[in-house]
């Protein structure tokens, strides 16, 4: 590989990063509080990227001015994150609430979401046609400025930017404001945040709320990158979800870092091995790094595991 | 017997309900309410799901068609609402009021225990056992060659498949996400040692010799998948054993002078025996491969039978519980961990195996990951830990989605079986026939004693 090259792949490498983390947050968020792997995540993330070219398609614009691509980012933000809120928010009432209810067993929960993503991805797949649709970018995605030779590019550039904004809102959110003390109570230890007088029910559905939201708009992201389609889930939410075990999860630092880090992983083995092999490098990374470190980079104390 | 009281399902909701008017709850924050809200909206879902296929012009089209078109989403609603009204409003008829009763009070379920008595003798046991057999022996005479097809090539299949994952997940608790990678390596071993592959072997093989090795394979693939993991617990096994299956789908995928790539291997032979007196060949007929697989089938569950209730079976069940009172009991993990691992690799390799001599063709698109997830949910859906509840709930998966198929657009059909794992799931977490010992953690995790299951220890999450 060729300095040229690494510049090459590093920028796309840190756009791809970042928006693994984000989608990263929702499931190590949802972890935080039940312990469980929300497998449907990816299709909160598949419904961001379907609701924002739903929009677009009615909006019909042709060649927008800079204002009006200023207007239409912001209202795909805006659609993409209440889909995803809104879709989170009915998983956990659907496929999560009454099995917490019973006390079910953890797997009964895994099935639950896994059947609840078969159904969401498929529905989606007979409404929208089951080829990919490219969503129209709002913008003339132009090269902003280069580092050293390589480009990079408006999308880029807002890919990172709103990553970045979103990521320090919900450090914020979850270190600095009540909502949050509640979700780090519940994570820490639900029984006894019940009995403080934490409303455990009102902290889940909130979290996946938030999840959602971050899920949906990281679909929007994505979507203008490559394009939507009703598995357009899939694999960036393995991948995700992969990120978030890296760094540790239940820990929101730990799955940006992640995040970050298998977004480089993937990208710089497209030159290094191969286009084919990229999504082998992250699960081999993973792989990696639980060997050495079972519980993550930045790690998590995991019940009583030596 | 011990017998817990708790307050009967009726009275807890009365005590809500009498809440709720304490505290004033407007009408349509009520339970019944937003239970009426809840289904018109998967009325909605209904409609959506039950609509006109995508047009490739309008995206709106589909939604647009279900939404407005003649009295599809009315009828869907109605259906709805009188299913919330029928079981908000009809009292329930006093025979099952008392059963509840009965069932709610006591945590062995005493109206049970006649019939499960006269089951419970070995003779009729057996008896009944031998009727099953039997019964399925002859099915594939009785029914179409598209029905064998399924019978062979999804259910016998997916079934020994299930048996083997219910080692790991059931038994020993090791959620296991990418089980078809040994699947894969099994038909793979098989299409490489018959001489199908692109690499050739040493010698070429009868796919009845091939069966062993890629059974061997597998395990030792189960062992190394399973050592450097044995740290890991619950979630954290899920992701790299996931991670695993996607590493070796995708070598399948790409390594094209290997694997043949995404072509993948064709001209398996089918499988052979001559044994001087014997010389039978096994060739497109699926019958014939029902029967092969009902041997296997049988010697294996007769194992494993065998195995669950042996000195293996219960330090599985004492590390599924509790991996650290286990191993403080003497019970060696790592052992028992990796046999775990092995077993389960072990019988999907012959899976494998079968299936690649039966179909004589092979490739990546028969081992994606969501085979794994599906075999996870056949489990579960089963009743994991109970052999024949995971025999019965694979046969009935498998078979749904050949049978949707007469019924509506082929690619819907994992639409309807994700619905149907949902409310499975929630209605009846424990699957159709939970083993006795899961039946029982269960009912006391409910009446709140214990944990369901102690398959991934609260990780006393937080976030950082």
């Known amino acids: ?306 | 017997m011990s017998t817990i009281t708790r307050p009967e399902a009726d009275e807890r909701d009365m005590v809500v309900m009498d809440l709720a008017k304490l505290r004033r709850v407007p009408w349509y924050r009520q339970p019944r309410w937003t239970r009426l809200f809840g289904m018109v909206l998967a009325a909605a879902l209904l409609a959506l799901a039950t609509g006109p296929n995508a047009s490739t012009d309008d995206i709106f089209f589909s939604v647009n068609e279900s939404m407005t078109d003649g009295v599809r989403l009315p009828v869907c609603i109605a259906l709805m609402v009188a299913f919330w009204a029928f079981f908000e409003f009809v009292p329930k008829a006093p025979v099952e009021r008392a059963k509840a009763t009965a069932r709610a009070n006591t945590v062995d379920m005493p109206a049970w225990q006649n019939t499960k008595k006269a089951f419970d003798k070995t003779p009729v046991k057996l008896g009944a056992l031998a009727v099953v057999v039997v019964v399925l022996a002859v099915l594939p005479l009785f029914i179409s060659t598209r029905w064998n097809q399924v019978l062979v090539g999804n259910v016998a299949v997916y079934v020994l498949l299930a048996i083997g994952l219910n080692v790991v997940v059931g038994w020993a608790g090791l959620l296991d996400l990418g089980f078809i990678a040994f699947f894969a390596i099994g038909a793979y071993s098989t299409a490489f040692w018959t001489g199908s592959l692109p690499t050739k072997p040493p010698v070429e093989l009868n796919p009845f010799l091939a069966m062993p090795i890629a059974v061997v394979t597998c395990l030792i693939a189960g062992v190394l998948l399973g050592a450097p993991t044995l740290r890991l617990r619950g979630d954290y096994l899920a992701i790299v054993t996931l991670g695993f299956h996607e590493i070796v789908y995708l070598i399948a995928n790409n390594a094209n002078g290997f694997s043949g790539g995404s072509g993948g291997a064709t001209n398996i032979p089918h499988p052979s025996v001559h044994l001087g007196f014997l010389d039978y060949e096994w060739e497109l007929d699926p019958k014939p491969y029902w029967w092969l697989i009902m041997g296997m089938a049988a010697v294996v569950v007769f194992l494993f039978i065998r195995l669950e209730h042996s000195r293996v079976g219960r330090a599985w069940t004492a590390i599924r519980e509790d991996e650290i009172a286990a191993a403080a009991n003497g019970v060696n993990t790592v052992k028992y961990k990796l046999m775990a691992f092995a077993i389960g690799a072990s019988t999907s390799g012959l899976a494998g195996g079968v299936y690649a001599s039966k179909t004589g063709f092979i490739s990546p698109e028969s081992f994606k990951l969501m085979f794994s997830v599906l075999v996870l949910a056949y489990v579960i859906f089963g009743g994991m830990g109970s052999i024949w509840g995971v025999m019965v709930g694979t046969a009935l998966l498998a078979w749904l989605p050949e049978y949707l198929k007469d019924w509506v657009d082929e690619n819907d059909r994992i639409t309807y079986l994700g619905a149907l794992l949902v409310i499975m799931m929630i209605y009846r977490p424990q699957g159709l026939i939970p083993s006795r010992r899961r039946k029982r953690e269960l009912t006391l995790a409910k009446e709140g004693i214990g944990d369901a299951d102690a398959m991934t220890e609260p990780a006393g999450g937080r976030i950082a």
């Open chain 1, 1 to 306: 590989m060729t300095v040229q090259e690494f510049w090459d792949y590093l920028i796309p490498g840190i756009a791809l990063g970042a928006l693994y983390a984000v989608i990263a947050i929702g499931y190590t968020m949802v972890y935080g509080v039940l312990q469980l792997i929300n497998f449907a995540h990816s299709e909160v993330f598949m419904v961001g990227g379907f609701a924002v070219l739903m929009v677009f398609t009615k909006i019909d614009f042709n060649d927008p001015s800079v204002g009006m691509s200023v207007l239409l980012v912001l209202l795909g933000f805006a659609t993409a994150g209440f889909a995803g809120a809104g879709t989170a928010f009915a998983l956990e009432k659907v496929a999560y609430r009454p099995l917490r209810k019973r006390n079910a067993p953890r797997l009964a929960f895994l099935i639950s979401a896994i059947g609840a993503s078969f159904l969401l991805s498929n529905l989606a797949g007979k409404l929208f046609g089951r080829n990919n649709h490219s969503l129209t970018i709002p913008f003339e995605n132009k090269k902003v400025f280069t580092v050293m030779n390589a480009q990079v590019t408006v999308l880029q550039v807002l890919i990172v930017c709103s990553a970045v904004i979103m990521m320090i809102g919900l450090d914020l959110l979850v270190n600095r404001t009540k909502m949050g003390a509640g979700i780090r109570a519940v994570a820490q230890d639900a029984e006894t945040a019940g009995l403080m007088g934490v409303d455990i029910d009102k902290v889940i559905s909130r979290t996946f709320i938030v999840g959602g939201l971050l899920g949906g708009i990281a679909g929007f992201l994505f979507a203008m990158n490559s394009s939507v389609g009703y598995t357009m889930g899939f694999f960036p939410g393995i991948t995700a979800f992969a990120a978030a075990v890296v760094g540790g999860i239940g820990n929101v630092r730990g799955a940006m870092l992640g995040g970050l880090l298998l977004g480089l992983v993937e990208s710089f083995s497209s030159p290094l091995f191969g286009e084919e092999w990229r999504y082998v490098s992250a699960f081999v990374v993973l792989i990696l790094v639980l060997m050495f470190r079972p519980t993550g980079i930045l790690g998590e104390r995991l019940g009583r595991t030596a």
